[in-house]
């Protein structure tokens, strides 16, 4: 379908060129940080305490939100989106994620307006970053592993405008006690009237305070209650999981994985990639009514094994029918020296043409959203976004090459033993 055909773009429009549903109904909640954000696109920003502590409701109505929405309201393209900016910009006919964010609230369309007292549909809350694992696009600020690898022996990058690798904002495992005690207030007052919470990190299922706040509710029927698992846990945190899964309307797990077999586990330093399978279908059998959504996120390290991710989808689709959901892809844009988009056109030609061969294959076993995000991926690897930092390519290519050093030292598998010897040429070419 074109994007100018699609129902939903169209009731977009006779708002704005630049409307989006997701900075009003979604929440990104990052209490061990005090920040904020209405997709995981733009970079979060300060939720001013201040004005939390008399209203809860800030914690989602920041002033920096309020003047994004009176932004798209009055058809100015807020910078922060640049990722739908781009995809739009690049393609005429591709669907960005503000459409498909807004597929989902699309009779709210008309009414929506600049609200302080607004309560979003989906919140998803990160209370630490407890984390066994050290994902490449990741930092110590989310992960507790990269913390403590950070702190021990920190790396200096050119292009780490926000030093990620070189500094570590909090200490592994805690939280902000006074925006944890917020939300803890804030919860009860919005309960009946959210649709849904999901929980992050970091890893969840490690993070003893979210574990005090999933075993202090009594009950959230209206509640759907989704989990962001790196699903690379001792199987019984799952059991336990599913032993609170009564309190909440229904229960659904987001497994967070961005490759297969090895190049999963070289991409997501610290998975187990066999425990992740035993654990997804362990959870899956205990229930009928036990949802798995694969979810990942592509950069420069697993777009070499994309399709495989998509056939995993397929193999459990196909053994367990309607309990699993669409899969989700995202794609990075920070750190930018991870983005596809550094790859040399003779490597990104061949995985277009890869890509395009699966996809012609298999395209009829995908749902109709999981063709938009496979097209999505597709349309980034081949339209090669400028930087948005306007980094030149040399540059990144150098961070790449240092980060990636830095990074082998610490995985089981080297990346000469797993990618294309065209990869691993060229990245010894950056030396």
């Given at each position: ?23 009003w109904?979604?929440?990104y ?38 003047a ?11 910078t ?11 393609d ?32 998803e ?10 994902c ?19 790396l200096?990058l ?54 005090k ?40 797990v987001?497994a967070?994985?961005d ?37 990942g ?19 459990l ?13 995202t ?22 043409l ?23 991926v ?10 948005l ?43």
């Open positions: 379908m074109k994007r100018s055909e699609h129902p939903v773009y169209k009731k977009l429009k006779k708002r704005s060129d630049f409307f989006c549903t997701a900075k109904n979604e929440l909640l990052y209490l061990n940080h005090g920040l904020s954000n209405s997709c995981h696109h733009p970079i979060p920003h300060n939720i001013p305490l201040d004005l939390a502590k008399k209203d809860p409701r800030v914690l989602h109505n920041t002033p920096h939100k309020l994004q929405q009176e932004k798209m309201v009055k058809g100015i393209r807020p922060e989106c640049h990722m739908c900016w781009h995809i739009e910009d690049s005429e006919n591709a669907i960005s994620d503000r459409i498909l964010k807004s597929v989902s609230s699309q009779d709210d369309i008309e009414k929506l307006i600049p609200d302080p007292a607004y309560i979003p549909k989906f919140i809350v990160v209370f630490d970053n407890t984390c066994n694992l050290s490449s696009y990741c930092d110590g600020g989310q992960s507790s592993t990269w913390a403590n690898r950070i702190r021990k022996n920190p200096h050119d292009t780490d405008y926000r030093q990620l690798y070189s500094n570590v904002p909090i200490k592994p495992g805690s939280t902000i006690s006074e925006y944890n005690d917020i939300w803890l207030k804030w919860f009860p007052q919005i309960k009946d009237k959210l649709e849904t919470i999901k929980l992050s990190g970091g890893e969840p299922l490690l993070s003893q305070n979210c574990w706040f999933i075993e202090s509710i009594d009950d959230a029927s209206n509640v759907s209650l989704s989990v962001n698992s790196n699903m690379s846990v001792k199987t019984s945190l799952v059991q336990r999981l599913l032993d609170n899964a009564n309190k909440f309307k229904s229960l659904s987001s967070s994985v490759a297969t077999g090895k190049i999963a586990e070289y991409a997501r330093q610290g998975l187990d990639y066999d425990l992740f399978l035993k654990n997804c279908h362990y959870y899956l059998q205990q229930g009928k009514k036990n949802i798995l959504k694969l979810q996120t592509i950069n420069i390290l697993n777009i070499f094994n994309f399709t495989e991710l998509f056939d995993l989808r397929i193999e689709r196909e053994q367990y029918n309607d309990q699993i959901e669409d899969l989700y892809i794609v990075v844009r920070h750190p930018e020296f991870q983005s596809i988009n550094i790859l040399p056109d003779s490597i990104r030609d061949v995985l277009i890869e890509i395009e061969d699966w996809h012609r294959a298999k395209c009829h076993l995908l749902s109709d959203k999981e063709n938009v995000y496979f097209n999505k597709l349309s980034y690897v081949k339209t090669k976004p400028k930087s930092k306007n980094h030149d390519v040399n540059t990144l290519e150098k961070d790449f090459s240092t980060f990636l050093h830095y990074y082998d030292k610490n995985s089981k598998n080297s990346y000469k033993q797993l990618y294309p010897d065209s990869f691993v040429k060229w990245v010894e070419s950056l030396k």
